[in-house]
């Protein structure tokens, strides 16, 4: 009887739980009035700095739009054939569906996540990587996959492209990407739901570069602005840049 009971509460939860989760979702793509729209053909590129080389941990995140996720649409990178990272959404290992994926180092030998990544609806992504640990990605704040981690990035001094990747096969990105931030600690759950739906201003611990993508191309904590690279496009009404 108490199986039962408990799961007849369930069924009737689970309406409310859904909810929640897209209430989640929603807000937060509501609570930024502004976004970068991106052409496909077009990128913002960021001068290389030591700090945007993390080498023990780090912590990618993004809300992003995205047109046609089929297309290994890039989030951020620092040249993954230069040694560095890569970070977006891909099916290059033939899964079947167009996945967060992460290449931490050399050749696109990346990890992949599970769940596909809609087109065409805000959601919010992030990826964890902590040398000789493990590779954590997220969707909406709930982990979406735990893999071992890759290899550590090599330091480079490749420009940090969003968008696309600097690199011969620049993998573009079509559609809108809102609050990038790029942190050098691995964050918990806890600490990526708890700043998931804030447009962030301050410096705050681990906390290397945020690009808040809204009005300009700013970095707001570390000085790490980006310059407009071919056909990147800044729109000028919000409903433009939120993609409505």
Request: net charge neutral.
């Amino acid at each position: 009887m108490a199986g039962r009971r408990s799961l007849r509460i369930l069924v009737a939860l689970l309406p409310l739980l859904m909810l929640v989760g897209l209430g989640r979702q929603a807000d937060a793509a509501d609570s930024f009035a502004y976004t970068v729209k991106f052409s496909g053909s077009g990128y913002i590129s960021v001068p290389h700095a030591d700090d945007l080389n993390p080498t023990t941990a780090f912590t990618i995140e993004a809300w992003i739009k995205v047109d046609n996720p089929g297309s290994c649409p890039t989030i951020i990178s620092k040249d993954y054939t230069q040694g560095s990272f890569w970070f977006g959404v891909c099916n290059l290992d033939g899964g079947g569906t167009n996945r967060l994926a992460l290449n931490s180092n050399g050749s696109f030998a990346a990890v992949y996540g599970v769940a596909p990544i809609p087109a065409s609806v805000w959601t919010h992504v992030a990826v964890t990587w902590v040398a000789g640990g493990q590779t954590i990605f997220y969707i909406n704040g709930d982990i979406d996959a735990v893999r071992a981690s890759g290899p550590a990035p090599v330091a480079n001094t490749r420009p940090v492209y969003i968008a696309a990747s600097p690199s011969s096969t620049p993998f573009y990105f079509s559609g809108n990407i809102a609050e990038l931030r790029l942190w050098n600690v691995a964050r918990s759950q806890n600490n990526i739901r708890e700043t998931l739906t804030i447009a962030n201003q301050e410096k705050l611990p681990g906390l290397v570069a945020d690009w808040n993508l809204s009005d300009n191309y700013k970095e707001v904590v570390g000085g790490h602005d980006g310059t407009v690279g071919t056909a990147a496009g800044r729109c000028t009404t919000p409903a433009q840049h939120r993609g409505d």
